[in-house]
């Protein structure tokens, strides 16, 4: 058993976004950085329709890619 902490907020998430879509995180934080768009429901409802993700999920990385 490991003493290092848990990730907390939207990383928490990570784990799981990369085994349902089968990326590394880094692909689609990259993705969000590159986009045009640059409001958070864009880049949410974006990832969801281009990219089949679900809302929990977009809006994770989304608001990890924005906040850096």
Excluded: N
């Excluded at 990383?11 to 799981?16: D, E, I, N, R, T």
């Excluded at 689609?28 to 999920?57: A, F, I, N």
């Amino acid at each position: 058993m490991t003493d290092a902490p848990k990730p907390q907020g939207p990383a928490s998430y990570f784990p799981s976004i990369e085994k349902t879509y089968g990326q590394p995180i880094e692909h689609w934080l990259q993705l969000v950085r590159d986009s045009p768009l640059s409001k958070h429901g864009e880049l949410v409802t974006w990832l969801k329709t281009e990219h089949g993700m679900g809302h929990g999920h977009a809006s994770a990385v989304v608001a990890h890619a924005l906040k850096g």
